[in-house]
């Protein structure tokens, strides 16, 4: 079960105002809002071990050093990995894209391979297989959505033939919610021996994952949608497939020894974190994670599905509201227009009444494109959202309608 009223109390910015009205944060997909108890990790690191770490024979860079990797083993723990070594730290979910993306297209791709996205990617999952296409001369095939946005499987069996190296998909839309069957995409690529990158941005904080049991060969999220600190993210790779890639960034840390001849590097996770790692970042994810296994996976699944539901019923009471994302299976995320109202014009009136949504193509212009549309009003839930919020968004926009 899911206290509410204890959860909000642990977000010190949802009792705030804006514009003298009380703030209705529905923009979540976007990033969440930290409670207290990564905040003041933060600060406590700062203020009790600060030391750069791996480096340091003395207390304070020991101590640093310990929770950095206590921090690894709790990310290896929540995603179900086998072993921590399989956990790299990056900056968020696009940089451990363009890790891969890189280091494996150097390492396995010539020219005319092919890596299989879909057209509800977010550009994250996007553009950097096209920085490849210049470099190494892979080109991207793309799986085509159906009328309710949901992947076509049979069009993804189609597009996997002898050139396909790699396939990378998003677990849950950021623009339209869908909740894609990341395990039968993944048991069709490996049928072929092709490996599997999961986008889980948008899954890791709504749902229980094992990497494990996906067996997915790699898999991306970011600590700021997770309720964690900015600019820190992971990458869980299979070993043997982490083992495979060359560096991506060079520096201190990644290296066993350096000469002017010749530069060894070190060994797993280390090999791909190069320069002083975000100890803190690392340690207040950590803190996040905990804090959301404390709650419950579980709990936080089924109560956001019941606002999705919610939502998803009042929304569709106001006369000529269309929903993109109408698939069954969906996670969290409501986009929609009303009647020929401006998307953006929506966002900025509601948010004049205190109510955060977010406005246009949520990074993901290739499916607005396909949708035939130039962006959405998108409503994104967490589980400190209640109905009462909900019930506010809808009043909200029905405001917004009858001014038009
Ligand atoms: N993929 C998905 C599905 C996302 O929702 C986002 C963030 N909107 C990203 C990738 C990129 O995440 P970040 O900007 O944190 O690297």
């Given at each position: 079960m899911i206290d509410i009223s204890k959860i909000r109390s642990?977000?010190?910015?949802?009792s705030r105002k804006v514009y003298g009205k009380p703030l209705v944060y529905l923009d979540n997909a976007a990033t969440t809002q930290k409670p207290k108890c990564v905040v003041d990790k933060i600060e406590k690191m700062y203020f009790t071990l600060n030391a750069n770490i791996h480096?340091?024979?003395?207390y304070l860079s020991q101590q640093a050093t310990e929770a950095h990797e206590a921090a690894r083993i709790t990310i290896q723990k929540f995603i179900g990995a086998?072993?921590?070594?399989?956990i790299i730290f990056t900056r968020g979910t696009t940089e451990s894209i363009n890790l891969v993306a890189s280091t494996y297209c150097r390492e396995f791709c010539k020219p005319n391979d092919e890596i299989i996205v879909s057209a509800m990617e977010h550009h994250s999952n996007i553009v950097p297989w096209q920085l490849q296409e210049d470099i190494t001369g892979v080109k991207l095939q793309v799986i085509p959505i159906n009328d309710r946005q949901e992947l076509i499987v049979e069009e993804f069996k189609k597009k996997?033939?002898?050139?396909?190296k790699l396939v990378s998909i998003t677990h849950?839309?950021?623009?339209?919610?869908t909740l894609n069957d990341v395990n039968e995409i993944i048991k069709i690529a490996h049928a072929h021996g092709i490996p599997v990158l999961i986008d889980a941005a948008q899954s890791v904080q709504h749902m229980p994952i094992d990497v494990q049991k996906m067996d997915c060969d790699f898999l991306v999220f970011s600590g700021h949608k997770a309720y964690g600190p900015t600019g820190m993210g992971v990458l869980y790779g299979k070993e043997e497939w982490l083992n495979k890639l060359p560096p991506y960034h060079g520096g201190g840390?990644?290296?066993?020894s350096v000469s002017f001849e010749k530069t060894t590097f070190n060994e797993l996770p280390f090999?791909?974190?190069?320069?002083?790692?975000?100890f803190v970042g690392s340690s207040a994810l950590a803190t996040a994670l905990d804090y959301i296994s404390n709650i419950g996976l579980d709990n936080i699944a089924r109560y956001e599905q019941e606002l999705l539901e919610y939502a998803t019923e009042q929304l569709l009471t106001i006369d000529g509201l269309k929903i993109y994302g109408t698939s069954p299976?969906?996670?969290s995320v409501v986009s929609f227009l009303i009647n020929d109202i401006h998307h953006y014009d929506m966002g900025m009136m509601l948010d004049k009444m205190g109510i955060a949504v977010r406005t246009g193509h949520h990074c993901a212009q290739p499916l607005m494109d396909i949708m035939k549309v130039e962006g959405t009003v998108r409503a994104s839930f967490s589980f400190y959202n209640t109905k009462e919020e909900v019930d506010s968004l809808v009043a909200g926009i029905k405001r917004v309608v009858s001014m038009f």
């Open positions: 642990d977000f010190p910015i949802l480096r340091g024979v003395h086998k072993s921590s070594n399989e996997i033939n002898v050139r396909t849950v839309s950021n623009a339209l919610g840390e990644m290296i066993s090999k791909f974190e190069a320069g002083t790692p975000d299976h969906k996670n």
